[in-house]
């Protein structure tokens, strides 16, 4: 009988721990952010849990797993929506390399050091910091590389607003500054809060207001 019952909660919960994931959003598993990954650990150890007191009741067992579900449903809601909280709880990208420049202030506030950076350079066929011209830290720990050779005239897109919030760093690496961002928006007749997402491109910017996504 106790065989049937573990077999019985581990069918369970694969299909719970399954479903969950399905609402939670589909992400690859190096991207997971930093609440992400405790979720499921948490889900992963409570499943163990259940599954090893399979005297317990099923239900009890159940409850902690929906609840992780609606808190990080609720919670990537509410990031979704306010930038600054997003910010917060996933962290910001960090810029590692600006126009093949290697920016060691930046690495040592996120502890990455010179062998972690070779390391995932050398994971993307680079073989020195040369070929480099951009090198972004994500909030996942994946590193992104924009190569010289890739884009000699750098017309890869660069974001300037994300969500209504200028990105500074971005303006200082395009040698602009807020006001000539304004100055652009208003010529547009844009207001920044409108904005869900501008970038700069050749030259150009260009602009996605909030009311195009819903």
Known sequence: MNY??????CLIFYILIAVA???????????????????????????????ENYDENIFLSILPVVTLVVVQLLLAKVTLKNQNIRNTIDGEPSVIINRGKVNFKEMLAQRYNLDDL???????????????????????????????????????????????KIQDDVLVQIKKDQKWLRE???????????IFYGFYQKNKLFLIKKENIK
């Open 118 to 164: 070779l390391t995932q350079l050398r994971a993307k066929s680079i073989k020195s910091l040369e070929e480099v011209d951009y090198a972004i830290l994500e909030t996942s720990g994946k590193l992104s590389v924009f190569k010289r050779d890739d884009d000699k005239d750098r017309t890869y897109p660069l974001p300037l607003i994300l969500d209504g």
């Open 4 to 9: 049937f019952n573990v077999i019985f909660r």
């Open 21 to 51: 994931y399905r609402f939670m959003g589909k992400r690859e598993i190096g991207e997971l952010s930093i609440m992400d990954f405790i979720v499921s650990i948490f889900i992963a150890e409570f499943a163990a849990i259940a599954i």
């Open 184 to 194: 652009k928006l208003k010529e547009d007749g844009y207001n920044l809060s409108d």
